[in-house]
């Protein structure tokens, strides 16, 4: 990890940020494809302990930290983050129609200050074909789940026509994972907005969903509200839906400005939403807030939002998340963040006398909650 954040990252930062996204990407195609690249990976960053193990929706994870969607858009480099020891690993987000994204450049801003990226891409993506012939003949050991969102067409869609479009993304993605990610924010209005934020448009896609997905695995990712009344009639809307297995959060803190350390004038040519630390403390709150209220008996939540080391994972799994998921730590701390974590996470768990993840799981969730 200091190789990479004393000379690496700083020769990779004298370079557009998008362009070293696509040059990782190809480096971890080619590292991943052969046996010898997927070794090295796995000698230099791999780890593994009992205490990391969970089984959760059916599927057995060996550690709970995972890659979240937009790093590896296409189903490039699967290979390669399984070899570094991620737990599990979400692609895309894949639309049913490929698309190039926002048109407008740059779309990707880094705020060192802030161990920060500014995200403007817009889901640029390959199309669900061309992304599922992809992965078709991977075997991986790690859960490999697929993100889908409605195409970006940069105008917004009609509900209906995103419920559509999201059913036949599924219908194809179903066959190549191991579980899908709704990706409920719409790309073509930013800033957070989903349609699916009325409990009875997220209930019309859940009701289509169930023609493809009655016997699979799917997790929700939406920008959570924060009135409690609203958060139960969107529990509620899910509840008729067994397949739903979990909720991930997508965070767009109202104080986020606040906490930023890069000056105004230099975030004002910027343009997207905000990954990073910053964003740490509206995740805990959200995970603080849903976990008193979902069914545990069937839900797990997610922990992603600004989770860069071993303490920020255990406290977001103490608050109730049964998984974590990491991104702008890759690009600030490199691939040797996650066994850092794994590291750091069985050590945490060991001082306090707890035998696995699964223990830990909500130990910090204030007393009370939702009765089911
Ligand atoms: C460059 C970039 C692209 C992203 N693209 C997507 C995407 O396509 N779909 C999605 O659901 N989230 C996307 N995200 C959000 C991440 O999945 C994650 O929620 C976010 O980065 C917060 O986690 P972090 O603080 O660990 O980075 C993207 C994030 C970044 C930095």
């Avoid at 060996?62 to 969607?69: D, E, F, I, K």
Wanted: proline share 7%.
């Amino acid at each position: 990890m200091h190789v990479y954040q004393r000379l690496l990252r700083p020769l990779l930062f004298r370079f557009d940020p998008e362009y070293v996204h696509r040059l990782v990407l190809r480096a971890g195609q080619m590292a991943g494809s052969i046996a010898p690249g997927r070794a090295a990976l796995q000698s230099l960053h791999g780890y593994e302990h009992a205490s990391l193990r969970t089984q959760l929706a059916g599927l057995n994870f060996a550690n709970p930290v995972g890659l979240p969607a937009g790093f590896d858009k296409n189903g490039i480099a699967p290979q390669a983050l399984a070899a570094i020891g991620f737990g599990l690993i979400d692609i895309g987000s894949v639309s049913l129609l490929p698309s190039a994204g926002n048109p407008l450049r740059p779309r990707l801003f880094r705020l060192p200050a802030d161990d920060g990226i500014m995200v403007y891409y817009g889901v640029p993506n390959d199309g669900i074909e061309c992304v599922a012939r992809r992965l078709a003949t991977l075997r991986l050991q790690v859960p490999l789940g697929l993100s889908l969102v409605e195409t970006n067409t940069g105008v917004p869609a009609s509900v209906d026509s995103v419920i559509a479009e999201l059913v036949a993304a599924a219908r194809v993605a179903r066959k190549v994972s191991d579980y899908r990610v709704l990706n409920l924010n719409c790309p073509n209005s930013g800033g957070g907005f989903s349609h699916f934020d009325d409990p009875a448009h997220l209930r019309a896609l859940l009701q289509a969903m169930q023609e493809v997905e009655r016997e699979g695995r799917v997790f929700l990712r939406m920008s959570p509200p924060r009135d409690p009344a609203l958060i139960d009639t969107l529990l509620d809307a899910i509840d008729p839906f067994p397949f739903v297995k979990g909720i991930g959060f997508y965070m767009f803190p109202a104080d986020l400005a606040t906490r930023l350390k890069t000056p105004l004038v230099a975030r004002e040519r910027m343009r997207g939403s905000f990954s990073g630390p910053a964003n740490r403390v509206a995740t805990e709150e959200a995970i603080r807030q849903w976990y008193a209220r979902i069914d545990r008996s069937r839900l797990v939540l997610i922990g992603v939002g600004g989770i860069f080391s071993a303490e920020d994972a255990y406290r977001s799994i103490r608050l109730g998340a049964s998984l974590v998921q990491v991104y702008t730590a890759l690009i600030y701390r490199g691939p040797g963040v996650v066994g850092e974590i794994k590291r750091g996470l069985v050590r945490l768990l060991a001082r306090d006398g707890l035998a696995s993840v699964a223990e830990a799981v909500g130990v910090d969730c204030p007393q009370g909650r939702r009765e089911y």
